[in-house]
């Protein structure tokens, strides 16, 4: 039946429940860096880890940025997303270590494809009140979907090394086409709704760290249990901090740059996720699992940072901010490499650069809204303000900002006399 699109408000509780599903994913693949040979997961593992974790993520953005654009809580949205769960059930429960025999992955990755075509074919059809570029959006991806659909079915039906080369195919195709198409510049996104959807998944992935971290909790050496501990609740809140509280939730873009980041830090969290439970198995060598857990963590710090860029205005970071974060990081890799990587000194360093790079973060936070609280006590609009800066918070520096401020106002109010 024909309808016109209404977008529901903010994230249903159907979408809430998909996201669960990831739950199961997540930690299947977590599971999957278990098989550990010489001392170290061997390279094929490696890569079916990341594939897979790729391809699981690549679901959710097709599923987070239909319910993003073109979400209304129907009952053609609840029934396909109970749909795609239930097929990802058998995607996560076919993923091996060994990929010679790929059929029962490949089958249900294209059934869930199947599944996304078919729902983005039903918005398509359904709607009498999309406009040229809703349009054009919807067959493009529509195409997208089809033709990523064809090659997984190719991939279900070949068989070694053929079958993996055409998975690949499939996988670079549609996340490239996806993430590249200008269509979908056109629009802009609900950005308060991605956000969220961002955030319950990034609280999903380390929900996975939390249950893997348990084998540290040991009552007779409470040092690893403390400092783990503490490092993956720095970690967390570097990134919830800043989204609860600096993020701009209602800034207009596409999107597909914030997907983007998420989907890296989603795999930097999986990969360390895998860094912090090998680190307390004998059966592991020690010098490789150090070095990927340093990495991890520049990885996670770097890449956290850069989802500042879709903070508020008076939240943009300063060169000071900047030179601290990289400052973290350098000082991670520096400790590593001068201890040879001592774990006792490692991980209270590592916590150290962690809780820092957290605190650089609320002081960002806390020197710039004391700012604009003070600004706005004179009258001054937040357009003035950014014009004059945000980064003062000592006594002198809220003079001269109350300077900077009138001086402002002043030139105005002259140029409107002389008008």
Known sequence: MKKIFKAAEGVSNIELFYDLIFVYCISVLTSLMHHVHDGFFDLGTFVTFIFSYLVVLQVWFYTTFLMNRYGDRSAADNVCLFINMFLLYFLASSIRAEWGAAFGFNSAWALILANLLVHWTIKRLRYTNLDEDDKHIMNATIAVLAIQLVICVIAALLDGVPSVVASWIALAFGTGVFT?????????????????????????????????????????????????????????????????????????????????????????????????????????????????????????????????????????????????????CV???????????NPYINLVCDTAAVCFALWHEWLLYHGRSKAVAFGRSLGFTDEEMMEAGFTFTTREGRRNIRNALRTAREAEKDREGQE
């Open 180 to 328: 590249q198409m200008r269509s979908y510049k056109r629009k802009t996104s609900r950005f308060n709704h991605l956000a969220e959807r961002c955030a319950l998944l990034t609280i999903i992935a380390f929900g996975e760290t939390i249950v893997a971290i348990a084998t540290y909790m040991q009552i007779t050496d409470l040092f690893y249990p403390i400092f783990v501990f503490a490092l993956v609740v720095g970690l967390f809140l570097i990134y919830i901090y800043e989204h609860d509280n600096m993020l701009d939730h209602h800034r207009e873009t596409d999107g597909m740059a914030y997907l983007t980041l998420t989907g890296w830090i989603i795999l930097i969290v999986g990969n360390l996720t895998v860094a912090l439970e090998y680190m307390p198995m004998e059966e592991v060598a020690f010098l490789p699992k150090s070095i990927m857990l340093t990495i991890c963590l520049i990885a996670y710090l770097l890449t956290s940072f850069l989802v500042g860029f879709f903070n508020k205005p008076e939240f943009h970071y300063s060169g000071a901010f900047i030179a601290g974060r990289v400052g973290a």
């Open 331 to 341: 000082f991670i890799a520096a400790i590593a490499f001068l201890t040879d990587f």
